[in-house]
Nanobody, 123 residues
Framework: QVQLVESGGGLVQSGGSLTLSCTASGSTFDFRAMGWYRQAPGKTRELVATVNFVGITTYADSVKGRFTISRDGAKSTLFLQMNSLKPEDTAVYYC?????????????????WGQGTHVTVSP
């Protein structure tokens, strides 16, 4: 049973920084694709950033240049460094991983989800 535990959310002022972490356990395989999604109140879920098993990353246009996704050498922990945060970044952020897919997309997320961590950016 794959389990994802997220941490690092909180309240921050506009322009501030936060780092989200997601620790994965319970899989006998390396996760080929890992990513972060977010959902703001009243909005649909949005793909924020992804990283695949060879380290290639993708970002939503809205976060390019401000957010950095990374995974550790053992490939079981995922990070999202968020800088220059804006009020529009306020959302619940979800870690998402997959053992089979090479890529995660907005329409095709991975099989496993974390519980979500709240990020609130005040003006």
């Amino acid at each position: 049973q794959v389990q994802l535990v997220e941490s690092g959310g909180g309240l921050v002022q506009s322009g501030g920084s936060l780092t989200l972490s997601c620790t994965a356990s319970g899989s006998t395989f390396d996760f080929r694709a890992m990513g972060w999604y977010r959902q703001a109140p009243g909005k649909t879920r949005e793909l924020v950033a992804t990283v695949n098993f060879v380290g290639i990353t993708t970002y939503a246009d809205s976060v390019k240049g401000r957010f950095t996704i990374s995974r550790d050498g053992a490939k079981s922990t995922l990070f999202l460094q968020m800088n220059s945060l804006k009020p529009e970044d306020t959302a619940v952020y979800y870690c998402n991983v997959d053992e089979v897919k090479d890529w995660l997309t907005a329409a095709r997320p991975g099989a496993y989800w974390g519980q979500g961590t709240h990020v609130t950016v005040s003006p």
